[in-house]
């Protein structure tokens, strides 16, 4: 079967906003902070992007039912560039149906600017990713965020002023010189607030960072697993007596607020990057853009594609990257939907592989849903490696 054959479906819109006020020392992803001239040369860009992709067949087959504004800290671009490029994606993409139109903020940049939430808000922006990473100000200052619990807690309330109803905030443990008690703190605090979503991450140092460097120095004092582990316990156990359910491995939700655009990328669905350093899946095939603003800007105001990359996924590749993203939820992985996609039987494909795991009880079936078991949840990253 050819993936290029699947008929028209319904896709996410990524747009990737490269810049932050400053680089945090843990972080690995593609930002930087933005130099004059940044914003105008990379709305430009943007808007160059959406004109080629006009012409684009494969893109003018999707349609968008999410859009997400990610970075990098896409809050660092003043509120009206947003607005433009928002208001072009909709009018260049297919986008009738777009329930969800999420947005990551700082709150270094937005805590207490109601204008600018309230034109966010007002230009269709209707799902806000709030940046907070923890309620402690030490915390903070050792994280190199720009922002203090006061500021997160005030663009918060500015948010719902403004007419936001799905909130999500970020938070993050595991980190260094953090113990469980702190850990505590931040989350009951974000509890206070009333998200409709929050996303918890262990940090986990990536090359390149300070932090990765420091880790393997042996200079980055990371609490011991066993704190680690307290705190990811206590976490269940607190959030189980909230309307807060967990439905992915870092993920809880209210009903119904479920970030719909992440879900789609753990269903591996089809969804379009746009911006430097974007990545793009459409039709089994994966599409990578460049790192780099000016050379993005080059090749878009030139009317040249910038896809540079390419990478082309077998049916198995394909196969077993779906099984491992959908490990990823509470709910599993269908063995009839893997089927019907791929006409692969998943219990056969994995065969004893499959049958150590459901033995060692990381892995159980619930009904046709493959998923990791409350033993395996914690262990969830050497159990992909066995399926990958
Ligand atoms: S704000 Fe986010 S994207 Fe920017 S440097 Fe910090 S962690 Fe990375």
Redesign the pocket.
């Known amino acids: 079967m050819s993936l290029l054959q699947a008929p028209p479906h319904c896709a996410g819109l990524y747009v990737h906003v490269p810049f932050?006020?400053?680089?945090?020392p843990?972080?690995n992803?593609y930002?930087r902070p933005a130099q004059s001239g940044d914003f105008e040369c990379f709305t430009e860009a943007l808007l160059a992007h959406l004109a080629i992709l006009v012409h684009n067949p494969l893109v003018q087959n999707l349609r968008f039912t999410t859009i997400f504004f990610g970075?990098?800290?896409p809050s660092v671009l003043p509120t009206p560039l947003l607005v433009q490029i928002l208001r072009a994606c909709q009018a260049t993409l297919n986008c009738s149906g777009c329930t969800e139109i999420s947005i990551e903020v700082?709150p270094g940049t937005i805590a207490a600017n109601s204008d600018s939430l309230h034109a966010l808000f007002q230009a269709g922006f209707n799902r806000l990713s709030v940046?907070v990473q923890s309620f402690l100000d030490h915390e903070l200052k050792l994280l190199?965020?720009t922002h203090s619990a006061d500021e997160a807690r005030m663009t918060l309330a500015t948010a719902r002023k403004a007419g936001f109803s799905n909130i999500s905030l970020d938070l993050m443990y595991g980190l260094p010189g953090q113990q469980l008690r702190d850990w505590q703190a931040s989350l009951e605090q974000a509890l206070v607030l009333a998200p409709e979503h929050l996303s918890l991450y262990e940090l986990t140092p990536e090359a390149p960072s300070p932090f990765y460097d420091a880790a393997k120095d042996g200079t980055l004092a990371l609490p011991p697993e066993e704190e680690v582990l307290a705190m990811m316990d206590y976490t269940k156990a607190l959030l189980t007596r909230t309307g807060l359910a967990r439905y992915e491995i870092s993920n809880y939700a209210q009903p119904a607020y479920q970030c719909r655009h992440n879900l789609n990328y753990w269903h591996n669905g089809s969804y379009l990057g746009l911006g430097p350093g974007a990545v793009s899946a459409i039709g089994g095939r994966r599409y990578r853009i460049p790192q780099g603003l000016r050379r993005y800007y080059y090749l878009v105001t030139s009317d040249i594609p910038p896809w540079q990359a390419e990478e082309m996924l077998d049916v198995e590749q394909s196969f077993r990257e779906t099984v491992i993203m959908g490990l990823r939820m509470m709910q599993g992985v269908s063995a009839a939907e893997l089927f019907a996609r791929y006409q692969i039987n998943l219990a056969t494909y994995y065969g004893p592989v499959l049958d150590q795991l459901l033995a060692q009880e990381l892995l159980h079936w619930q009904g046709e849903y493959l998923a990791l078991s409350p033993k395996g949840l914690p262990l969830a990253n050497q159990v992909m490696a066995e399926l990958v």
């Open positions: 932050c006020l400053q680089k945090c843990y972080c992803f930002s970075g990098g800290t700082n940046g190199g965020r």
